[in-house]
């Protein structure tokens, strides 16, 4: 069976630890899209970990770790990130890398940042890992692809003609340093080094799995509201973050899907710009950010706090449908502990109307939050294993945001390690 692992709304809602989860049961984990720009943040027996690259179920001996073709594949990270694992006491995971993913440049990253400083106060907010030039470049045809770095011939011959085009734009429109070919062809040749004993034909191996009955998972990285096509663009990522894409990105045929979970927050949190109906400011914001994840709502990958706000119905409503939810995994349920009331987002007034479906951005810019406060259950939920042991009032607040999004909430999440989850 193949299942997809899929953010609801921004990002940052605790997609790691359900992958590393079910990933207990499962034979092969894929990450199909997205690059080192976003990090899936691990609890378990060897410690805490932030994962860039690497899916979140190469903690366990008996699986695979595959890199799709959808990724954006930064060769030195994914190394990086295994020694930095493998250091902690973790042993060495098994991993295949599609010989179709295209690969990071060392220039993408540059092109990133020197963008980001000249947009100033436009910018998009990026993590400046090069994801934006990365599938530019891609979709312009002119990236790399994991497979050409075996043909050298083909290799010297566009490596010049790349950087023709990249320094016009480094001399002209950055003012910054240009690049030299024969120095990226060097470090091209690092790189097949590098990657050479993990090469696979990823889909063709997929393919034969589902056939023997292997359990596949595929792991999607930020959230809807992300996606390209259908998040708040421009705020958006350069890749698709919807399960659907979990075909694409990982060669598979679209009908291999048998589930969706999307993983949801018992409350709101977002990195970077946009618009962001049920945000909340001030001490309320520190306090819940304080509170919040496993040892606060900060960025894995950049660090940055992280942009605070209420449940958002409709915008979960909205990701769960997209994704095609099977399965909802609510996570960081325990965070609301503390709380008297907690106000939940229901309906979004726009121009002096009320919607509950959610809007393209030109609309969702002028949105305001229509909220609905339910009572708290002011007690510490971590360790209860059983549905029923839950505060009345928790349950209520489980019940009332299920019957909201219309999508089943089949597991909640009351805490940061592996075995913090209730089944319903």
Known sequence: MVKAVVGVNWGDEGKGKITDMLAKEADIIVRFQGGANAGHTIVNDCGKFALHTLPSGCFYGHTTS?????????????????????????????????????????????????????????????????????????????????????????????????????????????????LDPAELLETLHQYREMVEPYICDVSSYLWNAIREG????????????????????????SSSTLAAYGAIGAGLPPYAIEKVVVVCKAYSSAVGAGAFVSEIFGDEADELRRRGGDGGEYGATT????????????????????????????????????????????????????????????????AKPVLKTLPGWKTDIHGIRNYEELPENCRKYIEFVEEQIGFPITMVSNGPGREDIIYR
Not at 135 to 160: H, T
Not at 214 to 237: A, F, S
Not at 352 to 358: L, R
């Open 66 to 178: 595959i890199i799709g073709n959808g990724v954006a594949l930064n060769i030195p990270i994914l190394f990086q990130e295994i020694q930095s694992i493998v250091e902690r006491g973790v042993p060495m995971p098994k991993i295949l890398v599609s010989d179709r993913a295209q690969m990071v440049m060392p220039y993408h990253v540059l092109f990133d940042q020197y963008e980001e400083e000249r947009l100033g106060g436009k910018s998009f907010g990026s993590t400046k890992s090069g994801i934006a030039p990365f599938y530019s470049d891609k979709y312009a045809k002119i990236g790399f692809q994991v497979s050409e770095l075996f043909d050298e011939e083909l290799l010297k011959e566009k490596v010049v003609r790349v950087c023709e085009t990249k320094n016009v734009l480094l001399e002209h429109l950055y003012h910054k340093p240009l």
């Open 214 to 237: 292997k359990e596949i998972l595929l792991e999607g990285q930020l959230g809807t509201l992300k996606d390209p096509d259908h998040g708040i663009y421009p705020m958006v990522t």
């Open 303 to 366: 660090g940055r706090p992280r942009r605070m706000g209420w449940f958002d119905c409709v915008a979960s409503r909205y990701g769960c449908r997209l994704q095609g939810a099977t399965d909802v995994a609510f996570t960081v349920l325990d965070v609301l502990g503390y709380l008297d009331e907690i106000p939940v987002c229901v309906g979004y007034e726009i121009d002096g109307e009320v919607t509950t479906d959610f809007p393209v951005t030109s609309k969702l810019n002028r």
